[in-house]
């Protein structure tokens, strides 16, 4: 009983989500944030780690380089 409820309804909730219009946060009109043009953002840098029972981990280091010297950005 409870299974053909569920089937009954889900595709009612299908519909009803894909009629609803998307919700844009954040675009009131407003300029987005840049980076400072003294700050320069390089490729993220990941490294990955395996355990010999299979478990595995993931770091990523998003770095920049940030020179308040006007020649020295010029180079990049």
Do not use: C, N
Not at 29 to 41: N, V
């Amino acid at each position: 009983m409870r299974r053909a409820l569920i089937l009954a309804v889900l595709p009612l909730l299908a519909a009803a989500s894909l009629s609803a219009t998307p919700a844009f946060a954040g675009h009131g009109g407003k300029e987005e944030k840049k980076a400072p043009p003294t700050y320069f953002a390089l490729q993220p840098l990941t490294a990955t780690a395996i355990r010999r029972d299979g478990r595995r981990g993931v770091m990523t280091l998003e770095v920049g380089i940030e020179a308040k010297d006007a020649k020295l950005m010029e180079f990049t």
